[in-house]
């Protein structure tokens, strides 16, 4: 799987329980090493947008989402935490095809 443009190979962890993928950036404290250094860093990313407070998704109704003071939403599940944004996902597929004789 890879992420971002140019697109970059990470390691992901899908939520299965939210629309949320998760990723470890450089800047991430207390996490777990990441081995090639496959972390993301979206500053090297043109399509990576933060997603603003003023977002839908960032909804008062959400216990772990909260607007920030800088305009963008932050997120805090109290063993993760982050702010979100939108990024381009790009995956291969390989596929073996099977005749029959």
């Known amino acids: ?3 971002g443009t140019p697109a970059t190979q ?7 329980l939210s629309p949320f993928t998760w990723l470890q950036v450089p800047e991430c404290q207390h996490c777990f090493s990441v081995v090639g250094g496959a972390s993301f860093d979206p500053q090297n990313s043109s ?3 933060v997603v603003s ?3 839908p998704i960032c ?3 959400d216990p772990f989402l909260t607007p920030s003071s800088n305009g963008s939403c932050l997120y805090d599940g109290g063993v993760s935490s982050g702010f ?3 990024e381009v996902l790009s995956y291969s597929c390989n596929v073996l095809c099977l005749r029959s004789c």
Do not use: R
Request: aromatic fraction near 14%.
């Open 1 to 3: 799987m890879a992420i």
């Open 10 to 16: 990470t390691y992901t962890a899908f939520d299965t």
């Open 47 to 49: 399509s990576f947008t």
């Open 53 to 55: 407070s003023v977002d």
């Open 59 to 61: 909804s008062p109704s």
């Open 84 to 86: 979100l944004g939108t």
